[in-house]
């Protein structure tokens, strides 16, 4: 039993898929805000534009 839980402790193959997980959520949170931000300047820039149209 105890050379199974030594083995256990030592096993780091899951550790690597984990990583690269965090590592794309955190892209895909940085990725979301910069679209968002960037949608909401458009938002205003085409509402400015459309009121001076009119």
Sequence with gaps: MKPMLARFANDESGATAIEYGLIAAGIS???ISVVNGLGSALNSK???ISTQLK
Excluded: K, L, V, W
């Design 29 to 31: 949170i940085a990725i």
């Design 46 to 48: 085409f509402s400015s």
